[in-house]
């Protein structure tokens, strides 16, 4: 086994622990992503009253793309509008 190798089935460890550990399900987190965002861009951490998330996120492909999609999305909509006149 290499190195790459190791450090691969740690990671593939790594997030099962993770997705066992965190209790949401994909419904949960997408309900509470975008609060989840707001919190992050308002500088609060919302682990401590969205617990599981975070977790989520990592563990979770699909809803760390949307996370992503939507952090995208708020970061452009907050941005001054200077088209819309
Ligand atoms: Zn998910």
Known sequence: M????????IDVILRK???HAQS??????YDV??????MLRAGKDPSIILPGVKEHLIACGD???EFKALIAILE?????DTSNT
């Open 2 to 9: 290499t190195k790459s190798d190791t450090a691969y089935q």
């Open 17 to 19: 622990i993770l997705a």
């Open 24 to 29: 949401i399900s994909c419904d949960d987190c």
């Open 33 to 38: 992503l975008d609060k989840y965002a707001d």
């Open 63 to 65: 809803c760390g793309d």
């Open 76 to 80: 452009t909509s907050s941005a001054p």
